[in-house]
């Protein structure tokens, strides 16, 4: 069965621009969570999905926002991009309900550069 | 301030010696998780602690939920440079989908 799968795995922008990245989930997983990476701030939640809903969202601002389709698969997308933004991305896939009681399977991440 | 605080947040150790991480938290979770992650990858979830009280042992891991459900603890027996890596604790409040990660703790094993 395949994993968690992330694109684009590197990414370098500029202030100001707008990214958007992409998390497929392990086959029949209906949650999908977001986290960013940074060594200052560690781990933090971003928002998580299911069934193309969105059920959570961490502290952050709303220029950080997300999608889930039909088929699980979700995208997050930046705008307006801040030096801050610069991070491992990673998304989580789970079968279905609570984060605390199922095993999440976590992706490679996407690396975010802003310069 | 972080919701789960980790210590230490660096240790480096001789192959072969014991070590403890703790993670604390002022909040009462449902249940813990520790995860370890390797560079370049995601973090891979080592075990889940329910029951406040709890001891769960997974080969030289043995993790320990505090009876108030509000600290863990992560202890390694004769550590082995495979070890190596950054040991994360992670909980959930609320309605158990809006997760937190502890500040984690950075090991290398010297073999």
């Known amino acids: 069965k395949a994993g968690v799968t992330q694109t684009p795995r590197y990414l370098i922008k500029t202030r100001g621009q707008q990214v958007t990245l992409s998390c497929s989930p392990i086959s029949g997983h209906r949650s999908v969570s977001w986290y960013q990476q940074t060594p200052g701030q560690g781990l933090q939640f971003l928002f998580e999905?299911?069934?193309?809903?969105?059920?959570n969202k961490g502290n952050f601002p709303g220029r950080f926002s997300g999608r889930q389709f039909s088929n699980s698969r979700s995208e997050m997308n930046v705008s307006t991009l801040e030096l801050g933004d610069s991070a491992l991305y990673l998304c989580a896939s789970s079968l279905v309900a609570r984060l605390d009681q199922e095993t999440q399977y976590f992706g490679p991440g996407t690396r975010l550069l802003v310069l | 301030t972080q919701l789960l605080e980790q210590s230490p947040q660096f240790l480096s150790i001789q192959e072969g010696e014991n070590l403890t991480v703790y993670c604390n938290s002022s909040s009462v979770f449902s249940s813990l998780q520790w995860y370890r992650q390797e560079p370049g990858e995601g973090p891979v979830l080592l075990v889940t602690?329910?029951?406040?009280?709890e001891v769960k042992k997974l080969k030289r891991l043995t993790f320990q939920f505090g009876d108030a459900r509000k600290d863990s603890s992560l202890h390694i027996t004769a550590a082995q440079p495979g070890d190596t890596g950054l040991y994360l604790c992670?909980?959930?409040?609320?309605?158990?989908?809006?997760?937190?990660f502890g500040t984690g703790t950075s090991l290398t094993v010297i073999p």
């Open positions: 999905y299911f069934s193309e809903t969105q059920r």
């Open positions: 992670a909980g959930a409040l609320g309605t158990g989908n809006q997760f937190y």
């Open positions: 602690v329910v029951t406040g009280g």
